[in-house]
């Protein structure tokens, strides 16, 4: 099959159409002595002769017309970069979507290319970088499943993107040393190349996806290095190492603040960010009183469950490669940590291991009466042992009052085939409780495309959460617990349907004393609609929990001979039908709709939802959330939740938000403007900011006004 248009691949909240590719022995790509310029015209000689790389690629053929468009990849390279031209051929060139300026950001709504490289063939995880016709940049790592994508790494590469008499083109050009560090020969690597033509999509928009979003077991093998001996990649490294420039290398940014409170002084203050690149695989950030008051404040929510709820961190310090964190028991949770004077990080990858190192320092809080601790982190993962295993192992601590408090574990992934793996972790717990803190994970899994199935057993003693909640993130321990799921997508090919996904989990659990605590059964249908963008669901759950959480006595009532009799009884039936609809038109065209009916803890009740991004104008952007949830008691009781956010760009150098939230339950409000000027060369930015009612989720706060000013520069 000869130069076949690739599909659009959603890899992230979609159904995807799953691209795969022959593995073949040919070399798709030459080596180069010319100088590439970067112009994305692909008008050197060398590009004449450079194979087209679509003879090798097969896909399905319903996915895209060959009529309306198509696309020429050649690639190419040297001893410092590997060079990918794209043509893309386009017979409705007025139709092509130019989309976002936001660099790492989601390019799927745009016309766009993406690269996705596996260097270690090891089908575990890979780089991605990706470009669009106005030369939008994204790049980041996907680990195997596709289930979650890590923005926060950079590679080192370029790429330039022009508008054409045929539609556009792209040349890209990547660093060989930001993606291979590990010298063999004939190095051999897996690839896929996609084009992205959102008008001719079919994929619908999944708000939880459970299928494999791509199936990196098809990647090809191709082998573009095969000329290099380990003598010349030593040279090559070499030489890439030492062009990493000074100013690539370092990044300072000090600020000052300045702080006007209600009733308060005036305070002045400032603090420092450093970044510095050890290399393209090691980087270490330092931070000196950060400043959090810009930090976009935690949305509110409702909670029909007794248990903490997870909330995301969205402080840049501990967001960068946090995903190294992410287990089946949550030994490490960064919202533990309040201001901080400052703070330290290590973070890298050498070879198949990625490794982090944090250090913070909190503020004391008189307020609360909380004195300054210090929390620690390290984690580490070996990846591809034995061409299997994974080998995980993170330790959190707290230090305070003399005393150190945490949590230490160890995980592992066996992948028997590229379908069947096992899994398990154990963690153990110190601090309040020396005895009946150890926790551990185990259970099997299956993944296919069309296919989910999971058997764990998880065992949390009585005392593990006490002790880890002080680091970590355990909702719930005293449990032995099974969790099973099934989950089954079947797809067609005639008629208005793209898909219907079935899913299912079953879960119970008893004390450690052998009490039941609780069961819950959830089934769920996903219908997706073709050509669309559109999802209708139907989610129905029943679940046991024994009362051990409410203090109120709850009482029902039996008749006998003697007439009503009141009991006192120690659990509860719920059960709950959720109804919803979402449609995916980009990342500012989303819309979403549920209405929730049930019994909660002995209580009916009534839920509505609505959550939407939309683009107003070119320069104004909208999300709104709603959220209502109306209890039928002796008298009628609901609570409303509105989170507002506006994003507007006055122009290239002035922007902003406007944030508004209420939570009428606790009567909260809260309200955030950020005005930014940006300035450069090389880069700074003058911040006024005025906030109304705490940011923080679940707090009312006080009603007083902040106004800070902030002037930070980049060096």
């Known amino acids: 099959m000869k130069k076949i248009i690739l599909p659009v691949l959603y890899f992230l909240f979609l159904s995807i159409p799953i691209l795969s590719q022959d593995v073949k022995k040919e070399n798709l790509a030459i080596k180069t002595d010319e100088s590439i310029i970067i112009d994305g015209l692909l008008n050197e000689s060398i590009w004449e002769r450079a194979p087209d790389a679509y003879t090798f690629i097969q896909l399905r053929p319903d996915r895209m017309d060959p009529k309306k468009i198509k696309t020429l990849v050649k690639i190419l390279y040297d001893y410092n970069y590997v060079y990918f031209g794209f043509l893309c051929y386009d017979t409705e060139p007025d139709k092509i979507e130019p989309g976002t300026i936001k660099i790492d950001g989601d390019l799927r709504d745009t016309d766009s290319i993406y690269i996705l490289i596996d260097t270690l063939f090891d089908t575990k995880s890979f780089y991605y970088f990706a470009t669009n016709y106005i030369g939008t940049k994204s790049d980041g790592t996907i680990p195997k499943g596709g289930r979650s994508v890590n923005y926060n790494w950079n590679g080192s590469w370029k790429s330039f993107s022009q508008k054409t008499d045929f539609g556009w083109s792209t040349e890209v050009a ?104 050890f290399s393209q695989q090691m980087s270490g950030q330092l931070t000196i009183y950060p400043d959090f008051a810009t930090v976009e404040p935690d949305f509110e929510r409702i909670n029909l469950t007794p248990f903490e709820l997870y909330l995301p961190e969205k402080r840049s310090f501990f967001q960068v490669d946090s995903d190294i964190y992410q287990q089946p028991f949550g030994l490490f949770y960064s919202k533990r940590i309040g201001d901080i004077y400052g703070g330290v990080k290590l973070n890298g990858k050498y070879g198949a291991t990625e490794f982090s190192l944090m250090s913070a320092q909190t503020k004391k809080d008189e307020y609360l009466n909380k004195e300054s601790a210090n929390f620690s982190v390290l984690s580490f993962k070996k990846k591809n042992i034995l061409n299997s295993l994974t080998i995980g192992f993170t330790a959190a601590n707290k230090y305070i009052g003399r005393k150190n408090k945490g949590t230490a574990g160890i995980e592992a992934n066996l992948d028997f085939t590229d379908k069947f793996k096992l899994s398990g972790q154990f963690a153990l717990s110190y601090g309040d409780y020396g005895k009946n803190n150890t926790a551990f994970f185990i259970g099997p899994s299956y993944d296919s495309t069309t296919l989910h199935i999971h058997l764990h057993y998880k065992q949390i003693d009585k005392y593990f959460g006490d002790n880890a909640n002080y680091v970590g993130f355990i909702p719930d321990d005293n449990r032995r617990e099974l969790d099973s799921a099934i989950n089954k997508t079947f797809q067609f090919r005639r008629g208005i349907l793209e898909q219907i996904r079935y899913r299912s989990n079953y879960n119970i659990y008893w004390g450690m004393d052998g009490t039941l605590r609780s069961w819950q059964i959830d089934e769920g249908l996903f219908f997706d609609l073709k050509n669309k963008k559109f999802t209708l669901s139907v989610l129905h759950t029943m679940e046991y929990k024994l009362n051990e959480y409410f203090l109120e006595p709850k009482f029902i009532y039996i008749k006998s001979k003697d007439g009503w009799i009141k009991l006192y009884t120690k659990d509860f039936r719920n059960d709950r039908t959720r109804f919803g609809s979402s449609f995916y038109g980009g990342e500012w065209q989303q819309f979403s709709l549920f209405v929730t009916l049930g019994r909660n803890y002995g209580s009916k009740f009534q839920m509505f939802g609505i959550s939407k ?89 006080t009603p007083g006004q902040t106004i800070f000013l902030k002037l930070g520069y980049v060096f």
């Open 613 to 701: 991004q939309l683009k107003i104008t070119e320069n104004l952007f909208s999300e709104y959330n709603f959220y209502s949830i109306r209890y039928r008691l002796e008298s009628l009781y609901s609570t409303y939740i509105h989170v507002l956010k506006l994003t507007i760009n006055m122009s290239e150098n002035i922007f902003g938000t406007i944030f508004f939230q209420r939570n009428s339950d606790i009567g909260k409000s809260n309200f955030q403007v950020v005005c930014t000027y940006a300035f450069k060369p090389p880069f700074g930015t003058i911040q006024l900011i005025y906030q109304k009612g705490s940011p923080e989720f679940g707090v009312i706060g």
């Open 174 to 277: 990547i660093e060989l040393s930001c993606i291979f560090d590990k010298l063999v020969e004939n190095k051999t690597f897996g690839l896929s190349l996609v084009r992205v033509v959102p008008r001719l999509e079919i994929s619908i928009f999944q708000p939880n996806p459970l299928d494999s979003a791509f199936k990196p077991y098809e990647l090809g093998r191709l082998k573009v290095l095969e000329l290099f001996d380990v003598d010349t990649q030593i040279e090559l490294l070499k030489r890439a190492d030492e062009q990493l420039e000074p100013e690539k290398r370092a990044k300072i940014t000090p600020y000052v603040i300045t702080k006007s409170e209600s009733g308060e002084k005036n305070k002045p203050s400032a603090g420092i960010e450093a970044l510095y690149a």
